[in-house]
């Protein structure tokens, strides 16, 4: 799993059955610098500026339930995030 921030939002014509009512998000990995933003199937309705979850690969794909040709999927949308301190303290 992966920590995301949603930052956009995708508009695309139907090209595959399995996508029909499927929402996508453009996110990009949490402390990430330099790397590019990525699509991700919308499982839970996620909104722009939100921090999210996503899984990636046959996760993702079971993840969808109809065998849809993705390879990430937001699967929460995180409230509060709270880590240890360098150290350990």
């Not at 939002?9 to 998000?25: D, V």
């Not at 330099?34 to 939100?50: H, I, K, M, Q, Y």
């Not at 969808?64 to 990430?72: H, M, W």
Request: aromatic share 4%; with cysteine.
């Amino acid at each position: 799993m992966q920590i995301c921030k949603v930052i956009g939002h995708i508009w695309s014509t139907k090209k595959e059955a399995s996508l029909e009512g499927l929402k996508f998000m453009v996110v990009r990995e949490k402390d990430a610098a330099g790397r590019s933003p990525f699509v991700a199937a919308d499982l839970v309705g996620a909104g722009e500026g939100e921090d999210v979850l996503v899984v990636s690969g046959s996760t993702a794909r079971c993840a969808v339930r109809n065998n849809a040709p993705i390879d990430a999927a937001i699967v929460g949308i995180i409230d509060t995030c709270e880590t240890e301190k360098a150290g350990g303290k």
